[in-house]
């Protein structure tokens, strides 16, 4: 299941990269930038201020907790907007772009405090920049080869997921992690989903296979994850540090947010709240090495799940930004 959930986690990010409309990130990148950075730089500084003087945390675990509390859950993100038809429309593909810089700034800051390189490290890179080049250069020789179309075996998801079980595995060699590299082949990669209506149908077969199989087992390890006794022993801790990410969240994110995507300020900044993958990547690591104890690393799970959970819900429930122009967008995709 631990595996089958690093992988789901893979596929979603590299689904959430492939919906990203790169002419708009282009276009709208100023906006979109400003909205991710201030997204990762406000809560983890919340985060790092509140457990290192206020909860006397050490300084690798407030550094670790405003990490895990910076990021936005690009696993939720992409959820909820494919969901809801979003992710064909300006505001979802803005909020994707968004999601993209503050994970960026989670991953970067994360590697530059604690992740110490080595020999396969540097492997890892290459490798990762080399696939990413020849993927995005040359895959049409398999989505446009006519002997390859319309097979039962499905080769084209094949070729797919070789691609991010490559990644993997030099990413535990390196001791890093595949999320970015395989966001950033998706985001590269997307141009050859829209060129024809064949690669549109690979894109979606290869996101059924990933929400009906791997993504639930992806957040049935993330609630395995904790430890139910340890939250309530420490309930208190776990509140502030919830209202923390999503306070700090919104100071960040919804001017910026209501600026920006008028449309759909108050649902951006609200799915802009969620947290999970790259934040338990934080604490896994702070685990594993020693700069967290299992009370903070179940409260940090705790909250991330919650944070999953409870904006995502209220964004859905209650600020769905379905209006004239994005219902235009997505009946134009819907008839072609």
């Known amino acids: 299941m631990i595996y089958l959930s690093g992988l789901g986690g893979i596929v979603l990010t590299f689904l959430a990269g492939a919906e990203i409309d790169t002419r708009l990130m282009k276009e709208k990148f100023k906006q979109s930038f400003l909205i991710g950075l201030f997204s990762f730089l406000t809560p983890f500084a919340g985060g790092f201020l509140y457990t290192y003087y206020l909860a006397d945390w050490s300084l690798q675990a407030s550094l670790i907790a405003g990490i895990a509390l910076s990021e936005t859950s690009l696993a939720v993100v992409y959820s909820a907007l494919v969901e809801t038809d979003l992710s064909k429309t300006e505001t979802g593909k803005m909020l994707m772009a968004a999601t993209f810089i503050t994970n960026t700034g989670t991953a970067l800051v994360l590697s530059i405090l604690f992740i110490n390189p080595t020999l396969y490290t540097f492997i890892f890179i290459v490798v990762s920049i080399i696939i990413i080049i020849v993927a995005t250069n040359f895959s049409h020789y398999v989505f446009d080869n006519p002997r390859l179309k319309n097979k039962v075996i499905e080769p084209e998801i094949k070729y797919i997921l070789l691609l991010l079980l490559v990644f993997i595995y030099f990413a535990n060699l390196g001791e890093g992690h595949a999320i970015l590299p395989a966001f950033v082949l998706g985001l590269l990669m997307s141009k050859h989903f829209t060129e024809t209506s064949e690669t549109k149908a690979v894109k979606g077969r290869l996101r059924t296979v990933a929400f009906a199989v791997i ?122």
């Open 215 to 336: 993504t639930p087992i992806f957040f049935i390890v993330a609630g395995i994850k904790v430890l139910l006794s340890l939250i309530i022993s420490a309930f208190g801790l776990f509140a502030v540090l919830f209202v923390v990410k999503q306070l700090s969240k919104f100071i960040g994110v919804c001017f910026l947010a209501k600026r920006y995507i008028p449309n759909g300020g108050v649902y951006t900044t609200l799915l802009m709240s969620t947290g999970l993958t790259f934040g338990l990547i934080a604490i896994v690591f702070g685990l594993h090495s020693g700069f967290i104890n299992h009370m903070q690393y179940s409260v940090l799970t705790g909250v991330l799940i919650a944070s999953a959970v409870i904006p995502t819900f209220i964004a859905q429930k209650w600020f769905m930004p379905v209006h004239s122009e994005d219902l235009v967008d997505i009946n134009q995709e819907n008839e072609k």
